[in-house]
């Protein structure tokens, strides 16, 4: 049973929130400001995943996930009343793997949690050749979820771990942004490319060089070309 970490300053909304994730099997724990929201998470060390809002006291969302990102790639999902492409973009920079603006369906919610954590739990399934990805200098450990790019390590985040791995997957594929949101993202997404662009962004260079293997198809999305020499 997956613990997850519910942070909101109203305590109305934890509740709604708990009561669905309870609902489908999951353990909740809460936290009602940025501090706590830390102090629970430290107390916590399995928690599997975190649904944090951005205006709360004396931390707010981002701060808290700049903190966690320090020590820790757990998954975040930020909730927000904000829909300015400035805050998104902030929120991404900082390691958040999903957003969702209130109001929201608690039903879809649960529904990003559960493609989350079974992605998760895909990903770290029993050490093998099937979970090796090897192409053009880039080791994709799936079990381990370690990437190297020409013998060093590169720290990427969780949505962006499964962005290069879907990409190096479908090597030499056009991908349309539709397909890669329906595929990595997992659910059907309210927002706009710029999700997409935004995480691809950051995935280039993250990859320095070898982030132009990730090629941009104009006016339908991406391309993944290992034998492209940029």
């Known amino acids: 049973m997956a613990k997850i970490l519910v942070v909101d300053d109203e305590a109305r909304m934890r509740k709604l929130i708990r009561d669905f994730l309870v609902r489908a099997g999951y353990d909740v724990i809460e936290a009602g400001d940025g501090q706590e929201a830390l102090d629970e998470f430290r107390a916590n060390p399995d928690t599997a995943l975190l649904i944090l809002d951005v205006m709360?006291?004396?931390?707010?969302g981002y701060e808290v996930t700049k903190e966690l990102r320090q020590t820790s790639k757990v998954p975040i999902i930020m909730l927000t009343a904000k829909s300015e492409?400035?805050?998104?973009l902030q929120g991404f920079d900082l390691g958040i793997d999903e957003y969702v603006t209130k109001p929201f369906s608690p039903k879809t919610l649960v529904a990003r949690v559960d493609a989350i954590l079974r992605r998760a739990q895909d990903q770290t399934g029993e050490a093998g050749e099937d979970n090796k990805l090897e192409v053009a200098g880039i080791v994709i450990d799936k079990a381990a979820h370690t990437i190297t790019i020409d013998g060093q390590a590169v720290d990427l985040s969780?949505?962006?771990f499964e962005l290069l791995t879907y990409f190096v997957e479908n090597d030499g594929i056009a991908l349309s942004r539709e397909k890669i949101l329906n595929n990595v993202w997992n659910?059907?997404?309210?927002?706009?490319?710029?999700?997409?662009?935004?995480h691809v962004k950051k995935l280039r260079s993250k990859m320095g060089a070898k982030g132009e293997l990730i090629r941009t198809i104009w006016g339908m999305g991406y391309k993944f070309d290992s034998k492209s020499q940029g």
């Open 187 to 198: 659910y059907d997404y309210y927002g706009d490319a710029r999700t997409i662009d935004t």
């Open 56 to 60: 709360m006291p004396k931390k707010d």
């Open 85 to 88: 492409e400035k805050d998104e």
């Open 158 to 160: 969780f949505k962006e």
